[in-house]
T-cell receptor
Framework: GENVEQHPSTLSVQEGDSAVIKCTYS??????FPWYKQELGKRPQLIID?????GEKKDQRIAVTLNKTAKHFSLHITETQPEDSAVYFC???????????????FGQGTILTVHP | NAGVMQNPRHLVRRRGQEARLRCSPM?????VYWYRQLPEEGLKFMVY????????ESGMPKERFSAEFPKEGPSILRIQQVVRGDSAAYFC????????????FGPGTRLTVL
């Protein structure tokens, strides 16, 4: 099955700096890669996603890049703010078809702390 | 448009009791997924259901755990004879039919087994 590795496990930055979180996946057939932000005690919230026919996607201060050849994708947050502090999870979706359709495999999470 | 609803938000059970967790997907969504999150860990897939059908239960323990999504009413995750290791946050997510694949998560049920 799919395996997703996420690094780093913790990341501490100063307000205004950039933050980068990286994930690798094992199933070359995966074609959908969302990123979720989870604040303490809250639900995971989708912040951005990318599909395998796109190499990069940007939404204001957040961007995601995908390298299908190397099987890795990254989250980039620019001009970080204290409210960006949370746990960030990457995920990969197994290939459509069969019984694997719809299942998300998550990375282990990155605790991001933005210091004022 | 109400989001994914889960109840109860907190559930305390003693060892050996049953836990019943409910999930109402977003309006118009007929795909439901259950995930478990142990303390300070990521989310682990448990089961994927459509109305009246279990599509993928590969992540669900074979014993004591069951899930359903009836034609009417919420999806139910049932844990029989709970043990302390079942203590976790249980999240459900839903997505529309037909996909896009975006899954929207509910607020979770935090199960504590004493």
């Amino acid at each position: 099955g799919e395996n997703v590795e996420q690094h780093p496990s913790t990341l501490s930055v100063q307000e205004g700096d950039s933050a980068v979180i990286k994930c690798t996946y094992s199933d070359s057939a995966s074609n959908y890669f969302p990123w979720y932000k989870q604040e303490l005690g809250k639900r995971p919230q989708l912040i951005i996603d990318i599909r395998s026919n796109v190499g990069e996607k940007k939404d204001q201060r957040i961007a995601v890049t995908l390298n299908k050849t190397a099987k890795h994708f990254s989250l980039h947050i620019t001009e970080t703010q204290p409210e960006d502090s949370a746990v960030y999870f990457c995920a990969a979706r197994a290939n459509a078809g069969g019984t694997s359709y719809g299942k998300l495999t998550f990375g282990q999470g990155t605790i991001l702390t933005v210091h004022p | 448009n109400a989001g994914v609803m889960q109840n109860p938000r907190h559930l305390v059970r003693r060892r050996g009791q049953e836990a019943r967790l409910r999930c109402s997907p977003m309006k118009g969504h007929s795909h439901v997924y259950w995930y478990r999150q142990l303390p300070e860990e990521g989310l682990k897939f448990m089961v994927y259901l459509q109305k009246e059908n279990i599509i993928d239960e590969s992540g669900m323990p074979k014993e004591r755990f069951s899930a359903e999504f009836p034609k009417e009413g919420p999806s139910i995750l049932r844990i029989q004879q709970v043990v302390r290791g079942d203590s976790a946050a249980y999240f459900c997510a839903s997505s529309p039919l037909p996909p896009p694949d975006t899954q929207y998560f509910g607020p979770g049920t935090r199960l504590t087994v004493l």
